[in-house]
């Protein structure tokens, strides 16, 4: 009768997050960050209708990277959540960081777990302040970590050298179009600074804004087609 294969806890987790490192950095990178009228999400997704940027709420946004069947999971999990507590006390009672936390306390669980393999997901949830510098962006990882991110956060890839080229041309005061344009030429310099920079054009982008001048309450809006395409050929180069 053979014995038990033993592994020690350290090795083990070690290993479970080499595993959904490893399947993070083969998806394609997503950029969010604060501009003058709100939080842009800009992913490289070449697909049509599976989407890695969503809403969850009337000022809250989704971004994620990884295996989409799990992150798809999350997005509804995410949406239920905020359904529910929406109808249970008040609209302006669901927010970012409850959002962030419920997610944290999941991803978590999953990743302590024995039984399952940890999910191969890094998140973005975003909430949409009532005035600029009010803004919310919280990341999370594979294991439940949660940072409150200031200004900008890159999931996936390369993540590091885009969030290099991105910090470089950012400001708080950015135009919607020139936080467009500089989203696109990080995300296309992925390969490294001595690289040529990729062109990646609307076909090849999903771009989505919360966009703090809507007069309506739902402030999540896509940008696609014709509309996506101007911001690209109008802006001034960021940086």
Request: charged share 25%.
């Amino acid at each position: 009768m053979s014995s038990p294969f033993y592994v020690a806890p350290e090795q083990q987790m070690k290993d479970r997050a080499d595993f959904a490192r490893k399947g993070i950095a083969r998806g394609r990178s997503v950029a969010v960050l604060r501009y003058a009228e709100g939080i842009l999400f800009v992913a490289e997704n070449r697909s049509q209708a599976l989407h890695k940027v969503s809403e969850i709420h009337d000022r809250i946004g989704f971004a994620a990277v990884g295996r989409y069947n799990e992150f798809e999971n999350l997005r509804i999990a995410g949406i239920r959540h905020a359904d529910m507590r929406g109808y249970a006390y008040d609209r302006s009672d669901v927010t970012g960081r409850g959002l962030a936390n419920a997610y944290a306390q999941l991803l978590g669980t999953i990743f302590s777990s024995g039984g399952e393999k940890p999910y191969e997901v890094e998140l973005v949830v975003a909430e949409l302040g009532p005035a600029p510098g009010t803004d919310q962006i919280y990341r999370l990882t594979y294991d439940g970590s949660v940072a409150d991110e200031e200004h900008l956060a890159v999931m996936g890839g390369s993540a590091e050298v885009i969030t290099e080229v991105l910090d470089a041309g950012y400001r708080d005061d950015l135009p919607l179009a020139e936080a467009v344009r500089l989203a696109v030429r990080s995300l296309g310099s992925d390969a490294g600074p001595d690289k040529p920079v990729r062109e990646l054009g609307p076909d090849s982008l999903e771009v989505a804004v919360l966009d703090r001048s809507r007069s309506q309450s739902r402030k999540f809006r896509r940008i696609t087609g014709a509309a996506l395409q101007q911001l690209l050929d109008d802006a001034p180069t960021a940086g």
